[in-house]
């Protein structure tokens, strides 16, 4: 037995105990680690002498102590295991404690005065307590002495994530939902709870929806700022609207989108929060984002019209009689939406009914299903109805014109789909199933059509196309527009409040294509016959 180990208190040797094994690498430094007890404590371990002495000529003959504590009786072995090098790269004393766990030291030492350490630094300023105070629990099954595991690392890593999204899941169930808001605060104003539902509900379920996603992101944004969603300053407004156009890059539309949103939800708030669709500041901002990121015009055609014309004149859709319910429904989809350039829910939403649809030989006359009311519109105005003219009747040498009658194409849909209706008033009719059609359905029906027109291209190649029911708005207004009709019957067949809606958004360039289409002879567009 070693001479410095001649005061220890010795701890009978029990299963499970470790035993410590030789150097078996080259020591590149001595070192001497060694702890020393002061009286009493409930909070230190009171060691007699415990030595570590490291140096050339005790290789082989590692030191094996066993550490206990005299006010508590004995509970487990701790044995220091010197398995690795004791260069200055890793100055720490690892124990192994249960065969489980591995307990490290730090390598300072606990007299502050003898390293020039801070006092208040954990660990140096109470000698009383052990230098145990400061531990680190390193699996042991894997790697060497003083070195934490990659498995460890990553259990530590997922358990500070996990804990991390705990929190702010916590803090967005806390914050109130849009709806919410507005009911809150029209209630602090006096309104009854009744009242409060009304005037929250005044949006439409569409614009709640998109509103409702804005808020969400809102105030997953002021979660990890800390700021109040419900009463922001102006300067936190520009902060947020600065957020989308630098980090999330949205485009100058979708910032104003937010910023519509956010004054629709708390104008009932507080006085400032009214001026945010009206400060200046903020109007000076997004001109600014204007400017740096300027709104792209769309000025030629993103696909031919020519060609989705022809098309709709040749098999599958033609001959008439040939054709099948899914072809039908596809091609009078979109002469109706090329004649009337209405919305998509705009002709989901016609009736068939006896007082809500007048077919005659020249036009036929739609109105629109009960409750609904287009876009723009508002509540209290009655909806204009929807006149479609029919084309001449062509001459006994040509079925083309004929073929792109939007009279024609309605007539014959609804002696296809007499047998299948059961009552329905909606004019468009499922082709399978006995569900209502939803208007993303009408959608996809005209989109079908453009995409058939170029059946011989790829996909990857359809998707460069733009290939949407909305872009057929765009050139039914175009090509009336192109030959010489009306601005204000484009305006009220499209229902615009302004003609700048049209120059921004809807104007395209129909030179390039306007020989070819005046081959095909006259078409309904924008509820007006060109010729």
Known sequence: MPAD????????????????????????????LSFQGKGPSTQRMDIKSVGVQCCPGQLGQPVVRSVRDQSKPQTANVCVSNAGSTCLGSRRTGFLVAQSGRVRL??????????????????????DRPLLAIQELVHSSHGAS???????TRVRSIAVATQRKSSLSKCRKAIPSRMEVIRKSLRRDGFSERAAEVIAKCRRPSTTALYDARWRIWSDWCVHGKIDPVL??????GDFLLHLFQVKRLSVSAIKGYRSALASSLKFSTCKAKEIGSDPRLSAMVAFFERERPVPRCVTPKWNLTCVLWSLTKPPYEPMAAASLMNWTVKTAFLLAFATAKRSSEIHALSCATDYMLLTKGSVTFHYMP????????????????????????PSD??????????????????????FRNNRSRFFIPVKGSQDVARATVARWIAIAVSRAYARLS????????????????????WAFHNR????????????????????????SMTAQSGDLLKLGPVVAAGRIIQ
């Open 146 to 152: 003083g070195r934490t595991s990659p498995q460890a």
């Open 5 to 32: 180990a001649a005061d220890s208190t010795l701890v009978p040797r029990s299963r499970g105990r470790f035993v410590g094994h030789s150097h078996c690498r080259k020591i590149q430094c001595s070192s001497r």
């Open 485 to 508: 009709s009306p601005l204000s019957s484009l305006m009220e067949a499209a229902a615009w409040k302004s003609h700048d809606t049209f120059s921004r958004f809807y104007l395209r």
């Open 106 to 127: 730090p390598s300072f030492c606990s007299d502050p005065q003898d390293t020039g350490q801070d006092p208040d630094r954990p660990g140096a300023s109470n000698s």
């Open 371 to 394: 409750g609904f009311f287009p876009k723009t519109e508002v509540h209290f105005q009655v909806p204009e109805p929807i006149v479609i003219p029919a084309l001449p009747v062509p």
């Open 232 to 237: 922001p300053t102006l300067g936190q407004i």
């Open 459 to 478: 996909s990857i190649d359809l998707k460069s196309y733009g290939i949407s029911a909305h872009e057929v708005r765009a050139l039914s207004t175009s």
């Open 398 to 419: 040509s079925i083309v014109n004929r073929s792109l009658c939007p009279v024609r194409a309605v007539k014959n849909y609804m002696s296809i789909t007499r047998e």
